[in-house]
């Protein structure tokens, strides 16, 4: 065990965890965060995805001792349900979820491949997001609100309600 | 300490008025984040749920307005919370924003056994239970009113909760202050009116679900986020093989493990606890166990011809004794065989649950479909009284039925009887898809005979199906791998033959939607069925399955159905006829009719015989399919048509559009009922063209989401349109599991449209197609 310093929506935190521990059981255990959740502890599903130093990760597969300075952007950290983010607002008002425990894995692989690549076309969102999935198959309403944050982006309009 | 359901929850019960009046009743339990207090225990809180029969057990009326709804049907990720709380505020007159709803808490709630099997629309909707409950206290409300404004009740209107008199605006009093948070002591009155649809404000519109924001924002509770004090993480430890149970387990190779707290073995379960979640899932995998040999597993390949040979509990659906004769007599006769593997839940986040169990008292916070079997079934493992147990609700990732809630629960409570604290357990991706209960495997032969003018004369339908467990029920925990490994076994199996059908009962939509559905003698005539074909037989043989089986979305219906309407379009080809017509032809029933027209009018079917005229032999081929069902028989009605592509080079489909008509009587929330029938059709797309479970000799091989496939985001997803057919005069019914039941025949007609090759085995994938397609020749 030893200390453990990460930087998580804004705030640090100082742990006390084995250095191999993934960062996912730091994040959804430690510090509680609702956002990240176990999937399949495998890197296929998406559902432990945080945003690293802008970049998707899949926390289930990676050492808490690699995301030691680095930005951490949880789901949670975006907005709250109050004051949505624009890319949570859209998938609000698409209703784009069913159980919605695939939401942060979509959400933030979406916003982190947009952030980078806003004028992305929708075969390479599609391909951005091939290793991520939705069991109860929301899937026309999560592109529908994907569709609806990149919109919002690239022109800068203000928010469709 | 978190918690988002502390001062909701004492408000609640302030509003119920148990604060003041039932003193027993609100030290009975505690909530999540309150640290345990033994001696508030009190017995009156947990003996049973509150009576399905009183008005009070469902609606309560705070002093302040608000208004408190208990149900037995649970938010799965279906949207029926949302539905229930807009059916509360229509029938009471209220605002949706003042209406809460608690579900599926075994002291709080009442019993409605299981959240399944579409279900909990017709239950809830109808003239009974929950919508009943909302009707009499409305009229209970204005009967008081009429007392307190000296006004007949003819007399007055209810809107927004306040009651007043027509013509006099100065007349009026609110539902609060009529209760004063006081309890009604009434009975269900079934005279109560419910309000008519054509008055519908709150019902029948497409309100959002109140639980979005939350989920968007990553702050929404699931079980898996229940953090009690003094939670200790647990994990299980699985037989390697199917059948192999322990000789030995040695403890010293987990040994001094940083936060191991304790390794637990009862008959065949084992099980760690530790202090994190990472330490327990470390001392889990390097726990040495010294197995026995496993029992064996059937060859895969071999699997659905080896079904024919096992022993089987019969049973008969319908029959008219003379369908030998009729098809014997027929210038025309079709056989077909199909078949559908076994195929998983899969849930998108690992089953979980979180016990504590203390001296004779247990709490657990579960997300099954029947926390009131959960609770009976959980106080037999852990030697309990069921009065002593309380089962709460959290919902867990969608579960599209008997996925490892249950058995997760059983892990959870016995690993915190063992150590007497509070215990999380989540199963690993590979515990969960190795040892659920699969959605049974089918084999199915179709048989009918057409007459000269191509119409079908006779039907038979004799199917096999593999069967082992089944959800909890109240008193067999046995029926789930957690269960049997404590013990406990599933019920026994004993060969039967088939008894002569007393009732047509087409629940599990063995019969074709095209017969006549005579359950018995060899009197021709029209039965209980949606069709026309009076000469019919449907037979199941259920045999011994090698792995757990269980309610799987539309379980028996979507595979029964996967083979009545390929053969229907087999038979429509053979015919020469129009596939939706030669269906219309068959039917007479209004509602199947209604979604198969809807559907075809949607898609603009153009009437001719598949398959298509004129369709390129290589390269991509293009082709419509369509299929309908009536769901159980009458719980809820689709008709589907898509447009696919073949690649006959590869062998790959892709589905362009679908056109999903749904019926499913009074639309309660025509957004929710959508986002079902579009999830749906996609689900059933994924299960149609690549779920299946693999196994070896000894183990099953689908364990994670390499070996198992489940069509991901990524995937081109085809254009969905549906058509809501709304039915205010009909009512409510299922709707949740209607559209998946159709895909996959629509999908395998479309193919055959496309390219004149039909396909009878699930999953239709690329090689399976281009096989196909290389014998075409």
Known sequence: MSAITLKVNGRAHTLDLDPATPLLYALSDDLELRGPKFGCGLGQCGACTAIVNGSAVRTCVTPVSSAVGKEIVTLEGLGTPEKPHPIQRAFIDEQAAQCGFCLNGVILSAKAFLDKNPKATEPEIQQALSGVLCRCFTHSRMYAAIQRYAVGQVHDLPFPK | ?777
């Open chain 2, 1 to 777: 300490m978190k918690s988002m359901l502390t001062a909701e929850a004492r408000s609640v019960l302030n509003r119920r008025g148990f604060l003041k009046s039932a003193g027993a009743l609100i030290v009975g339990f505690r909530f999540v984040g309150e640290p345990p207090a033994r001696a508030q225990f009190g017995q009156a809180a947990l003996s049973g749920s509150p009576p399905a029969d009183q008005l009070d057990s469902w609606i309560a009326i705070g002093a302040d307005g608000r208004v408190t709804a208990f149900t037995g049907k649970e938010e799965l990720g279906q949207g029926i919370s949302t539905a229930q709380q807009q059916l509360v505020a229509e029938e009471l007159s209220v605002p949706f924003e003042r209406v809460t709803l608690i579900y599926c808490d075994t002291a709080l709630t009442p019993d409605q056994a299981y959240t399944s099997g579409s279900q909990s629309h017709p239950t809830n909707f109808n003239h009974a239970n929950l919508a009943l409950a909302a009707a009499t206290a409305r009229e209970a409300l204005l009967k008081m009113a009429a007392q307190r404004l000296g006004a007949p009740v003819e007399q007055l209107t209810a809107a927004a909760g306040v009651i007043g008199v027509k013509g006099d605006a100065s007349k009026k009093v609110s539902y609060g202050d009529l209760t004063a948070g006081k309890k009604l002591n009434l009975a269900l009155d079934k005279n109560a009116k419910r309000k008519p649809v054509s008055e519908w404000t709150v019902l029948g519109k497409p309100i959002g679900r109140p639980d979005m924001p939350a989920m968007a924002a990553g702050q929404f509770e699931y079980v898996h986020n229940v953090r009690l004090p003094g939670m200790l993480h647990g994990r299980v430890v699985r037989p390697p093989v199917v059948g192999a149970t322990i000789i030995s387990v040695d403890d010293s190779s987990v040994a001094g493990l940083p936060g191991l707290v304790k390794v637990v073995v009862k008959k065949n379960f084992i099980g760690v606890v530790a202090e994190k979640p990472w330490q327990a899932m470390q001392a889990a995998e390097k726990l040495k166990v010294n197995w026995t040999a496993g029992s064996g597993l059937p060859k895969q390949s071999e699997f659905y011809d080896s079904l024919l040979r096992q022993p089987s509990r019969d049973a008969l659906m319908v029959d008219s004794k003379d369908t030998s004769q009729a098809l014997a007599a027929a210038p025309v006769t079709l056989k077909s065989t199909y078949l559908h593997p076994y195929q998983m839940h899969g849930s998108m986040g690992s089953s979980c649950a979180v016990a504590d169990v203390q001296g004779d008292r247990a709490t657990l916070y579960s997300p099954t479909q029947g926390v009131w079997y959960q609770r009976s079934t959980g106080a037999m493992i852990l030697g309990l009284k069921p009065e002593n147990v309380h089962v709460i609700f959290r919902r867990g990732a969608g579960c599209y039925g008997l996925n490892g809630a249950d058995t997760v629960s059983y892990d959870a409570m016995i690993l915190s009887q063992a150590v007497g604290k509070p215990v999380r357990v989540q199963l690993s991706r590979k515990d969960e898809m190795a040892w659920e209960n699969y959605g049974n495997a089918w084999r199915i032969e179709e048989r009918a005979g057409l007459d000269a003018q191509g119409n079908i004369v006779a039907w038979e339908h004799e199917a096999w199906t593999p069967g082992l467990g089944n959800r909890p029920g109240p008193a067999t925990p046995g029926n789930v791998i957690t269960g049997m490994l404590l013990g406990f076994g599933p019920a026994p199996f004993s060969p039967a033959a088939a008894q002569p059908p007393r009732a047509y009962n087409n629940n599990s939509n063995g019969i074709p939607s095209y017969v006549a559905g005579n359950v018995g003698g060899s009197v021709l005539g029209i039965g209980g069925g949606t069709g026309t074909v009076k000469s019919e037989k449907v037979l199941v043989h259920n045999v011994v399955s090698p792995f757990w089986t269980g309610p799987l979305r539309s379980p028996a219906r979507l595979q029964n159905t996967f083979a009545h309407e390929s053969f229907m379009d087999e038979l429509a080809a053979r015919a020469k006829a129009d596939p939706v017509e030669f269906r219309l032809r068959h039917l007479r029933n209004e509602r199947v009719i209604g979604v198969l027209t809807g559907a075809a009018k949607a898609a603009k079917w153009e009437t001719r015989p598949s398959p298509k005229p004129a369709s390129p032999k290589t390269g991509i081929a293009s082709g419509r399919g369509v299929a309908c069902v009536a769901y159980e028989g009458d719980n809820g009605y689709t008709g589907i048509v898509v447009d696919v592509e073949v690649d006959q080079d590869t062998g790959k489909i892709a589905v362009k559009r679908m056109w999903v008509a749904i019926d499913a009587g009074p639309i309660s929330n025509p957004d929710g009922l959508r986002n079902q029938a579009e999830g749906g059709a996609l689900q059933g797309m994924s299960r149609a063209l690549g779920e299946e479970v693999t196994w070896d000799d000894q183990k099953v091989t689908s364990v994670d989401w390499r070996t198992y496939h489940s069509l991901p985001l990524g995937f081109a997803i085809p254009k969905i349109e549906c058509v809501l057919l709304d039915r205010p005069d009909e009512e409510a019914t299922g709707a949740g599991e209607t559209a998946i039941t159709v895909i996959a025949p629509a999908i395998g007609n479309a193919i055959f449209d496309a390219t004149g090759v039909r396909l009878r085995q699930i999953p239709l994938t690329a090689e399976r197609v281009k096989a196909a397609l290389a014998a075409r020749a």
